[in-house]
T-cell receptor
Framework: DVKVTQSSRYLVKRTGEKVFLECVQD?????MFWYRQDPGLGLRLIYF???????EKGDIPEGYSVSREKKERFSLILESASTNQTSMYLC?????????????FGDGTRLSIL | GDSVTQMEGPVTLSEEAFLTINCTYT??????LFWYVQYPGEGLQLLLK?????DKGSNKGFEATYRKETTSFHLEKGSVQVSDSAVYFC???????????FGTGTRLTIIP
């Protein structure tokens, strides 16, 4: 089975801090994604990556950046955390081999910014 | 742009009731359609998918049929169980595009 592991289940940080959320997948997937999940809004794509050192903006990239130095690891960075970034963050990965492969999700990181 | 509209929740049903969660979409071309499920405290899991018109996806007693004429992909189950309590998300992706567009999710609660 595909395993997508997010480094923390719960995280509490302060306004203005630089925050790192880590995600690792063990299936050699090319594609990796970061979403945030908010009540009534569903999942919204922040950034995604098709390959090492490659990144593309999703629908809500403002206030975030990402890093993909190795194929299995995709990091989400909040440059200067703000209270409106309090949310559930979900990482996902998928294979680029064959068409329309499903995304596999981690269990999420619930981030609170105080 | 692409969009997915799901029925508003929450939905509460008794065990063994029939379930329908409506999903309609707007997209150009021929998208693939997915249902994901999120159990409490967990990430999303793929429940079923369909990649072309009239395809029926099925898994764990759930079914959904890709209806291009009505741009719909409604989720159904004939007899729900307490263990089906979760949040259900409808989603689509377009050919050549790995991104998923999600609906807002429908929270389902099954009472014994």
């Amino acid at each position: 089975d595909v395993k997508v592991t997010q480094s923390s289940r719960y995280l509490v940080k302060r306004t203005g801090e630089k925050v790192f959320l880590e995600c690792v997948q063990d299936m050699d997937h090319e594609n990796m994604f970061w979403y945030r999940q908010d009540p009534g809004l569903g999942l919204r794509l922040i950034y995604f990556s098709y390959d090492v050192k490659m990144k593309e903006k999703g629908d809500i990239p403002e206030g975030y950046s990402v890093s993909r130095e190795k194929k299995e690891r995709f990091s989400l960075i909040l440059e200067s955390a703000s209270t409106n970034q309090t949310s559930m963050y979900l990482c996902a990965s998928s294979s680029a081999r064959g068409q329309r492969q499903p995304q596999h999700f981690g269990d999420g990181t619930r981030l609170s910014i105080l | 742009g692409d969009s997915v509209t799901q029925m508003e929740g929450p939905v509460t049903l008794s065990e063994e009731a029939f379930l329908t969660i409506n999903c309609t979409y707007t997209a150009t071309g021929y998208p693939s359609l997915f249902w994901y499920v999120q159990y409490p405290g967990e990430g999303l899991q793929l429940l079923l998918k369909a990649t072309k018109a009239d395809d029926k996806g099925s898994n764990k007693g759930f079914e959904a049929t890709y209806r291009k004429e009505t741009t719909s992909f409604h989720l159904e189950k004939g007899s729900v169980q307490v263990s089906d309590s979760a949040v259900y998300f409808c989603a689509l992706s377009r050919p050549g595009n790995e991104k998923l567009t999600f609906g807002t999710g429908t929270r389902l609660t099954i009472i014994p």
